[in-house]
């Protein structure tokens, strides 16, 4: 029966025929059929897998099954599911009986990032449609095996992070839509800069720093620590490793600027009509960091061919006076939307807004469209974070790079971070 709900889904997105036969024919007064009922799963449901905006169920997008390696999350969740939502869902050990679940017809993968590209190329094989946290991958390399999965078995994809679209943009008081109009307008000139740092609205997290010479402990017996670590390299258990503290270690993540960078990032890619292209340079001001552990940085700059850069001011950089937010040769824009152009609102109401995004991803799913930040976009903003963070571990001060080749000019030890091996027996 669920099988049978699956292709009937599948042919009509094919069709389009979503778009066109009105909700109250298919069931109106509140009924969803289940023909038109999608189904999810969550792997990973200890932290923003089991948050109150992303644990849901309803009748248009319902849970039926949750996978996470430490028994204590499991059963926590499980139990949340039956008090919140009344649905006894199904519970997984192993994230590949989740994603071979004939129930479910979306997979959200909630899991540290080192997971995120080998379980999104998983779900996709399987004919399912992803749901994937930030940063998209943890390597450059791993983004373009998830655009090819996407695009060889015809999946939707869907980046969590959504201020290109919707919500205020953190401190600037505003959404990026007028930010948008106003970069697009022409008014601020170009090339332009975009600051984005403590005095700008944003805060780069640099508590999430790993620790130095961990002492090994025995592992808890509710947690598969291997299965945990998945494709990481092997490294003996310490608590700080795993769970909320991850974010510290090289081998998982990278530190804020992973965390919090596509965040931050990806509405700038939007606001500069970057899509489609890459910095050609990075340079960073930083310590050393330990191979191991992610510590703190000063400074990142990424310039474009054309001229624009994007600032990230990290830990102890102080801009000296007011800092704008961008600044073109034309003009600036504050924090709280503050431009130097006089009467900018009025000037901005000339100008047409910027384009519709398809933002409903349910809608994206039933009807085969790209949702609005997917694999080819998420990429490009998720590469940015991945450029920082090579040059952060590396050491290095500059790193030039080739957009249309995606690798690093001149330097062995970046390539070789592009394309990192995975532990066996785990491979894309």
Request: glycine residues 10%; charged residues 25%; neutral net charge.
């Amino acid at each position: 029966m669920k099988t049978d709900r699956r292709t009937f889904l599948k042919t009509l997105g094919a069709a389009g025929i979503f778009s066109i036969i009105p909700r109250r024919v298919l069931g109106g007064n509140g009924y969803v059929p289940p023909s038109d009922q999608l189904t999810k799963g969550i792997i990973g449901v200890g932290g923003i897998g089991r948050s109150s905006y992303h644990f849901t169920s309803d009748q248009t997008y319902r849970l039926v099954s949750i996978c996470d390696v430490d028994k204590n999350h499991l059963q926590q969740a499980h139990k949340m599911a039956q008090e919140r939502f009344n649905e006894d869902v199904k519970t997984y050990h192993d994230f590949r009986d989740l994603i071979n679940d004939p129930n479910v017809d979306v997979v959200h993968v909630a899991t540290p990032p080192h997971w995120h590209a080998l379980m999104s190329v998983e779900a996709a094989k399987a004919g399912k449609d992803i749901w994937c946290e930030k940063p998209m991958t943890r390597t450059i390399g791993e983004g373009k095996r998830v655009i090819e999965a996407v695009k060889r078995y015809n999946r939707i994809f869907r980046l969590n992070t959504w201020f290109r679209f919707k919500d205020t943009f953190y401190g600037l008081g505003t959404t990026v839509q007028p930010l948008k109009k106003l970069i697009d307008s022409g008014l601020l000139g170009w090339p332009l800069k975009v600051t984005i740092s403590g005095t700008t609205g944003f805060a780069w997290k640099f508590f999430w720093v790993g620790k130095e010479n961990l002492v090994p402990e025995p592992v808890p017996a509710e947690l598969d620590y291997d299965m945990w670590l998945g494709p990481a390299p092997f490294k003996p258990y310490n608590p700080h490793r795993v769970h909320q503290t991850f974010r510290g270690y090289w081998d998982y993540d990278g530190g804020g600027l992973t965390d919090m960078g596509q965040h931050y990032m990806d509405p700038v890619q939007y606001l500069l009509g970057k899509d489609d292209d890459f910095p050609v340079k990075v340079e960073v001001e930083a310590p050393q960091q330990h191979p191991d552990a992610v510590g703190i940085w000063r400074k990142i700059v990424y310039t474009y061919e054309d001229g624009c850069q994007i600032v990230l001011e990290g830990e102890g950089y102080e801009s000296k006076g007011k800092t704008p937010y961008i600044e073109g040769p034309k003009g600036k824009v504050y924090k709280g939307f503050e431009c130097t152009i006089p009467n900018i609102m009025n000037k901005l109401a000339e100008f047409p807004d910027p384009e519709p995004q398809r933002t409903d991803f349910v809608e994206c799913v039933r009807t085969r469209q790209k949702f609005a930040l997917n694999e080819l976009n998420g990429h490009h903003s998720s590469t940015l974070v991945n450029l920082g963070a090579v040059a952060l571990r590396l050491g290095r001060n500059v790193l030039n790079f080739n957009p249309k080749t995606q690798t690093f000019i001149g330097d062995d030890e970046a390539n070789a971070l592009i394309d990192q091996p995975m532990r066996g027996p785990w491979k894309i």
